[in-house]
């Protein structure tokens, strides 16, 4: 069964600096998103991204954020830089059409910021 | 804004026991509802949703929810849980026009003993 991968799927960095979270959706899906869930907290929508360009975003995607699809595989979120408070699990989902509500969900990024 | 509330942060069950996991959302009409599984080093994967209809919705693996417009519930239930059951599992409420971005809960963990 085809299924969303993500690397890595732990991520150490130091506060201020950029870090890159990489995903490859299912190779049929067209519509792309990134959710966070600080540990204890709400998994928390980012990002939607559709026909290459952002569809959706929420509060939190600030412009320390950014997404592209660099290929016709991969998905990827940026944080530019990277603040104590960005540590939480990274997830990205994707889906064939929004209606259905068909997330499929990769196995997450933890990301921890010294 | 639409939220969700999953009063329970854990739940622990004997293997072969019912089970029920709570979810009370607020919404001003009738919204999207969704449980979704997170099984250890998984992504999320959707267990069912209700849209509209029957208020009874049957889902994957053994799971069924139901949907009470009066207590604005839609709680899980499975009739006898397995051990690879445990996990941690999140209700999710969409608006039912416009943004296709589910809002979810905070998760409960369930632990099934032996």
């Known amino acids: 069964e085809p299924e969303v991968t993500q690397t890595p799927s732990h991520q150490v960095t130091q506060m201020g600096q950029e870090v890159i979270l990489r995903c490859v959706p299912i190779s049929n899906h067209l519509y792309f998103y990134w959710y966070r869930q600080i540990l204890g907290q709400k998994v928390e929508f980012l990002v939607s991204f559709y026909n290459n360009e952002i569809s959706e975003k929420s509060e939190i995607f600030d412009d320390q954020f950014s997404v592209e699809r660099p290929d016709g595989s991969n998905f990827t979120l940026k944080i530019r830089s990277t603040k104590l408070e960005d540590s939480a699990m990274y997830f990205c989902?994707?889906?064939?059409?929004?209606?259905?509500?068909?997330?499929?969900f990769g196995p997450g990024t933890r990301l921890t910021v010294t | 804004a639409q939220s969700v509330t999953q009063p329970d942060i854990h739940i622990t069950v004997s293997e072969g026991a019912s089970l029920e996991l709570r979810c009370n959302y607020s919404y001003g009409a009738t919204p999207y509802l969704f449980w979704y599984v997170q099984s250890p080093g998984q992504g999320l994967q959707l267990l069912l949703k209700y849209f509209s209809g029957d208020t009874l919705v049957q889902g994957i693996k053994g799971f069924e929810a139901e949907f009470k417009r009066s207590q604005s519930s839609f709680n899980l239930r499975k009739p006898s849980v397995h051990w690879s059951d445990a996990a941690e599992y999140f209700c999710?409420?969409?608006?039912?026009?416009?943004?296709?971005?589910?809002?979810f809960g905070r998760g409960t963990s369930l632990i099934v003993h032996p």
């Open positions: 989902a994707s889906s064939l059409d929004r209606q259905s509500y068909e997330q499929y």
């Open positions: 999710a409420v969409a608006p039912s026009g416009g943004s296709y971005i589910p809002t």
